[in-house]
């Protein structure tokens, strides 16, 4: 059974930092790709970002609203997925998701992806 | 940016069918995928590629998609169904993954 636990979410000042992590079991995580997707309080789903597996370069890739400020890592030794969060602002507010990305190729210019087992979330609040 | 639609309720009562929605320019292109949320949980995958159910999905959930719009049907609607459903899609490039705005389904 495919199994995703995130971790670290909590209160945070605006400007501050935050390191979110997600344990994964019950699959293959070295050759997944990962996702993170958030949810603001009473609102929709959004992607933030994501990371291939090594095997496919292990790149990332990131939303407009986070480029720059989220970096998305991975540790296959321990199957765990980081969201390092810099400069957060209030509207980072959200539940985050981990979330394994089953991905194909066609004629697009990039890959296809989609969002297939999710973690529980954790809550991160930025506020003063 | 690209936009998938939504509309943002639809009710029905048990042993009905439901259908919910979700148009978007690059959907002749594109899969849609369907998500459910129930209050205070984590999304569920129901609907992958269109028209394909997940092990352990119920039979009653089913999608299809023609043209610009995509659809998740629900037939026989238990009121355990009731919940925010959101599609997934990308943009013709696959650059921009973009959920609906969700449609809030109510069963009673």
Redesign the interface.
């Given at each position: 059974e495919v199994q995703l636990v995130e971790s670290g979410g909590g209160l945070v000042k605006p400007g501050g930092s935050l390191r979110l992590s997600c344990a994964a079991s019950g699959f293959s995580f070295t050759n997944a790709w990962m996702s993170w997707v958030r949810q603001a309080p009473g609102k929709?789903?959004?992607?933030v970002g994501h990371i291939k597996s090594k095997t496919d370069g292990g790149t990332t890739d990131y939303?407009a609203p986070v480029k720059g400020r989220f970096t998305i890592s991975r540790d296959d030794s321990k199957n765990t997925l980081y969201l390092q969060m810099n400069s957060l602002k209030t509207e980072d507010t959200a539940v985050y998701?981990c979330t394994t990305a089953p991905y194909y190729y066609?004629s697009?210019?990039?890959?296809?992806?989609?969002?297939?087992?999710?973690?529980?979330?954790t809550l991160v609040t930025v506020s003063s | 940016s690209y936009e998938l639609t939504q509309p943002p309720s639809v009710s029905v009562s048990p042993g009905q069918t439901a259908r919910i929605t979700c148009s978007g320019d690059a959907l002749p292109k594109k899969y849609a995928y369907w998500y459910q949320q129930k209050s205070g949980q984590a999304p569920v995958l129901v609907i992958y590629e269109d028209s394909k159910r997940p092990s352990g999905i119920p039979e009653r959930f089913s999608g299809s998609s023609s043209g610009t719009m995509a659809t998740l049907t629900i037939s026989g609607a238990h009121v355990e169904d009731e919940a925010d459903y959101f599609c997934y899609s990308t943009d013709s490039s696959a650059n921009h993954r973009v959920f609906g705005g969700g449609t809030k389904l109510t069963v009673l």
């Open positions: 929709g789903l959004e992607w939303a998701y066609d697009s210019a990039y890959p296809n992806e989609y969002f297939q087992n999710w973690g529980q979330g | -």
